[in-house]
């Protein structure tokens, strides 16, 4: 099953629009990860199967291929993390489908399950305020860097149990 998540990177400190897009299959079980990262943002694979094993959710053996786009844009560090997440369960089965399709989401995964802080948090925000986005997932020790920016509801949280 495919699913597709909003979120964004940084180039400097302008923001531009990425989409974590997921894709489960029958196959030889495995994680493949694509899209012009970066080393930290490339082990994501292995924080976001672990975060979501450690959460309480299946993961049956299957092939599961996860693309950020676009690949023409470098995506740094481990704020990508909660949207490869969220973006993998729901192409697993575990959220309804288009569950996230009204949200952008950012955050690092810890291999509990845990939300841990990210940079950028404050040109992130202000860059999904002005594509339209009403609504950002993030780790709840970002929320008051996040608050800055009026006309975006921010939803904080400390796991990814809970945010789903």
């Not at 979120?7 to 400097?12: K, Q, S, V, W």
């Not at 925000?125 to 986005?133: L, Q, R």
């Amino acid at each position: 099953m495919f699913a597709s998540v909003r979120c964004a990177g940084l180039i400097g400190m302008q923001g531009f629009a990425a989409q974590v897009e997921s894709d489960v299959q029958n196959g030889i079980p495995g994680f493949f990860l694509t899209g012009a990262l970066s080393s930290e943002t490339r082990e994501a694979q292995y924080r976001v199967l672990n975060a979501i094993k450690n959460s309480g959710f299946q993961i049956k053996p299957k092939k599961i291929t996860v693309n950020i786009s676009p690949a023409s844009n470098r995506k740094h560090g481990t704020l990508f993390d909660l949207p490869i997440a969220m973006a993998v369960l729901e192409s697993l089965g575990e959220l309804e489908q288009g569950a996230c399709d009204e949200l952008a989401f950012m955050g690092e995964l810890g291999l509990d399950g845990s939300l841990k802080p990210v940079n950028g948090v404050l040109p992130l925000v202000s860059f999904f305020k002005k594509t339209g986005i009403k609504g950002v997932v993030l780790p709840e020790a970002n929320i008051t860097e996040a608050a800055v920016t009026e006309g975006v509801d921010i939803y904080g949280f400390s796991d990814l149990r809970k945010v789903c």
